[in-house]
């Protein structure tokens, strides 16, 4: 059995595709991947969660993108084979406690617990980083999705105890420790997921792309936002479109405010994180516009409460999860008033999951109750 963990950004958000800086931390919630090896080159897949079972044939691969949860774990497959990856045939069976559209990344545990399940069967080697590489591309290709590095690396590379500060260009990543006996790390889930999340998110790609071409012109050395600091987008930010502008304005602030978080998450100046989180989320909400209401209100309602140190979407937005940093004497407290207010406005009963800082994906020790590492 091997699992990989879901993930929750603490800052640097939409970021990483634009080669720059994210904090993210694995979380306590995982897929897990069953698997035994087969004689010939057939996968056959089942889903615990959703009670479906479908297989396929690694030597015909079915058409990518049909929007089916097949697409990612075939996907994932065929990915490791383009590069070189001799798979055996398997019986993988899936089960995750990661909540599914929710912004904590469950397609990214199910990519990485498959494709160390399936290579780890098959007897072939694979780093963590070249496993990552070939989640997102199988992410790309097979789902549909253009998305950056951050999630594929966290599942495979997370560190208990630990926020890995990623640098998205180099892939170097520092961890951070994370000491979380006095404050915790709540995870508001608004329970919405607007449909248009995944053109939403390609749009904002494609934006941040027409960004750097038109910077070149006075910046002929940048390849990317991360390039750009914020005195040089304050001195060209007038040849921009008005959107394209206030897109590239929370890229490059958001490199700046990520750096910053992951120096005062050092010093253990929590002021300071909270501080950066708050902007991180208007940010996100009034330049990039990947926010929506019910994100917006729980964060407001976080906001106004005694001993949330801050709050901010995390991940892709649209829909999904907050993320909060809240002194342990004021979490229950927390948790009492955000369910509360954030039903009375709009509705929906929220989960709230309180999380540790968990480790990236490992192969699970059947003997071991506990699940730990082998
Ligand atoms: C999604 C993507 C990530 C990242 C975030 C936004 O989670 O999969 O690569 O871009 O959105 O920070």
């Given at each position: 059995?091997?699992?990989?963990?879901?993930?929750?950004?603490?800052?640097?958000?939409?970021?990483?595709?634009n080669?720059g800086?994210?904090?993210?931390?694995?979380?306590?919630?995982?897929?897990?991947?069953?698997?035994?090896?087969?004689?010939?080159?057939?996968?056959?897949?089942f889903?615990?969660?959703?009670?479906?079972?479908?297989?396929?044939?690694?030597?015909?691969?079915?058409?990518?993108?049909?929007?089916?949860?097949?697409?990612?774990?075939?996907?994932?497959?065929?990915?490791?084979?383009?590069?070189?990856?001799?798979?055996?045939?398997?019986d993988?069976?899936?089960?995750?406690?990661?909540?599914?559209?929710?912004?904590?990344?469950?397609?990214?545990?199910?990519?990485?617990?498959?494709?160390?399940?399936?290579?780890?069967?098959?007897?072939?080697?694979?780093?963590r980083?070249?496993?990552?590489?070939?989640?997102?591309r199988?992410?790309?290709?097979?789902?549909?999705?253009?998305?950056?590095?951050?999630?594929?690396?966290?599942?495979?590379?997370?560190?208990?105890?630990?926020?890995?500060?990623?640098?998205?260009?180099?892939?170097?990543?520092?961890?951070?420790?994370?000491?979380?006996?006095?404050?915790?790390?709540?995870?508001?889930?608004?329970?919405?997921?607007?449909?248009?999340?995944?053109?939403?998110?390609?749009?904002?790609?494609?934006?941040?792309?027409?960004?750097v071409?038109?910077?070149?012109?006075?910046?002929?050395?940048?390849?990317?936002?991360?390039?750009?600091?914020?005195?040089?987008?304050?001195?060209?930010?007038?040849?921009?479109?008005?959107?394209?502008?206030?897109r590239?304005?929370?890229?490059?602030?958001?490199?700046?405010?990520?750096?910053?978080?992951?120096?005062?998450?050092?010093s253990?100046?929590?002021?300071?994180?909270?501080?950066?989180?708050?902007?991180?989320?208007?940010?996100?909400?009034?330049?990039?516009?990947?926010?929506?209401?019910?994100?917006?209100?729980?964060?407001?309602?976080?906001?106004?409460?005694?001993?949330?140190?801050?709050?901010?979407?995390?991940?892709?937005?649209?829909?999904?999860?907050?993320?909060?940093?809240?002194?342990?004497?004021?979490?229950?407290?927390?948790?009492?008033?955000?369910?509360?207010?954030?039903?009375?406005?709009t509705?929906?009963?929220?989960?709230?999951?309180?999380?540790?800082?968990?480790?990236?994906?490992?192969?699970?020790?059947?003997?071991?109750?506990?699940?730990?590492?082998?």
């Amino acid at each position: 059995m091997f699992s990989a963990p879901g993930r929750v950004n603490l800052i640097g958000e939409h970021t990483d595709y634009n080669d720059g800086y994210v904090l993210p931390m694995a979380i306590d919630r995982e897929t897990v991947v069953a698997v035994v090896a087969r004689a010939d080159r057939r996968v056959r897949v089942f889903s615990l969660n959703l009670n479906e079972a479908t297989e396929f044939d690694l030597d015909n691969p079915g058409a990518p993108q049909r929007g089916i949860w097949l697409d990612y774990v075939e996907g994932v497959a065929h990915i490791l084979e383009e590069r070189g990856l001799q798979l055996r045939g398997a019986d993988l069976m899936l089960s995750s406690d990661v909540p599914a559209g929710a912004g904590l990344s469950s397609s990214a545990a199910l990519e990485v617990a498959t494709g160390l399940a399936l290579a780890s069967i098959s007897d072939v080697e694979i780093d963590r980083i070249s496993l990552a590489l070939a989640c997102q591309r199988a992410e790309h290709d097979y789902v549909g999705v253009k998305c950056g590095i951050m999630d594929q690396f966290i599942a495979a590379l997370g560190r208990e105890g630990h926020a890995l500060l990623i640098d998205c260009r180099s892939l170097e990543a520092t961890p951070v420790p994370f000491d979380t006996s006095r404050l915790a790390i709540a995870i508001c889930d608004t329970r919405v997921k607007h449909e248009l999340s995944s053109s939403e998110y390609n749009t904002r790609r494609a934006e941040c792309e027409c960004g750097v071409l038109i910077l070149k012109e006075s910046l002929p050395g940048i390849r990317a936002l991360r390039d750009v600091s914020i005195a040089d987008f304050e001195r060209y930010r007038d040849r921009l479109p008005e959107t394209i502008r206030r897109r590239c304005r929370h890229v490059v602030t958001e490199n700046d405010r990520t750096l910053t978080a992951s120096e005062a998450l050092r010093s253990r100046n929590v002021e300071e994180i909270g501080r950066l989180m708050n902007r991180s989320h208007a940010s996100l909400r009034d330049d990039y516009e990947v926010s929506c209401v019910e994100l917006d209100r729980m964060v407001e309602i976080a906001g106004n409460l005694d001993g949330v140190v801050g709050a901010r979407m995390t991940g892709g937005g649209f829909g999904g999860c907050t993320v909060n940093l809240v002194r342990r004497e004021a979490l229950e407290e927390f948790k009492r008033v955000v369910s509360s207010e954030y039903a009375k406005s709009t509705g929906i009963d929220p989960a709230i999951y309180v999380s540790e800082a968990g480790d990236g994906a490992k192969e699970v020790n059947m003997k071991d109750e506990r699940g730990s590492v082998n």
